[in-house]
């Protein structure tokens, strides 16, 4: 029974929730949502990107809260 993180799966685990942020950060969705609570599909729209891509980086960021 192993009690502390697995190195290989800790970091690929972290660079990817790095990656999702630095993503969130420079398609200004943080900035979107400062104002009000959009759907993936607004959010999309209001930040020009695409939908389907939108709603996958929403759930990496809510899952690394």
Request: proline share 3%.
């Amino acid at each position: 029974f192993q009690l502390g993180p697995i190195p290989g799966f800790e970091t690929h685990i972290s660079a990817t929730l790095a990656s999702a942020i630095m993503a969130g950060v420079e398609l200004e969705i943080f900035e979107c949502l400062e104002s009000a609570t959009f759907t993936a599909i607004d959010l999309a729209s209001r930040c020009d990107t695409d939908t389907i891509a939108t709603a996958l980086l929403l759930d990496a960021l809510v899952a690394s809260s």
